[in-house]
Nanobody, 122 residues
Framework: QVQLVESGGGLVQAGGSLRLSCAAS????????MGWFRQAPGKEREVVAR????????SYADSVKGRFTISRDNAKNTVSLQMNSLKPEDTAVYYC???????????????WGQGTQVTVSS
């Protein structure tokens, strides 16, 4: 059974940092794209960052460029999201996702975690 488990969420003041981690089990994702998405109350889920199977390609939402960094460790079957200079508008539930493909478009993610709450206070 494939599982993606996020950790590292919490409450932080504006301007602070958090690091989210996602651990995959049940299969290896070393050949698959992974990504982070988020959903704020009353809003649709949106992509935050994506990374290719080998980490050579990344993509970020305009709203987080220069502040967030996605990375992966294929040996550990994990993907992380370093979030700096956090803003109240970053408040959301953050989800880890994995694709069956080495690089994935926004709608090509097939496995999802349960999410972790990130709250940024002003």
């Amino acid at each position: 059974q494939v599982q993606l488990v996020e950790s590292g969420g919490g409450l932080v003041q504006a301007g602070g940092s958090l690091r989210l981690s996602c651990a995959a089990s049940g299969r290896t994702f070393s050949s698959n794209a992974m990504g982070w998405f988020r959903q704020a109350p009353g809003k649709e889920r949106e992509v935050v960052a994506r990374i290719s199977w080998n980490g050579d390609s990344t993509s970020y939402a305009d709203s987080v460029k220069g502040r967030f960094t996605i990375s992966r460790d294929n040996a550990k079957n994990t993907v992380s999201l370093q979030m700096n200079s956090l803003k109240p508008e970053d408040t959301a539930v953050y989800y880890c996702a994995a694709s069956r493909q080495p690089w994935a478009g926004l709608n090509e993610y097939h496995y999802w975690g349960q999410g972790t709450q990130v709250t940024v206070s002003s």
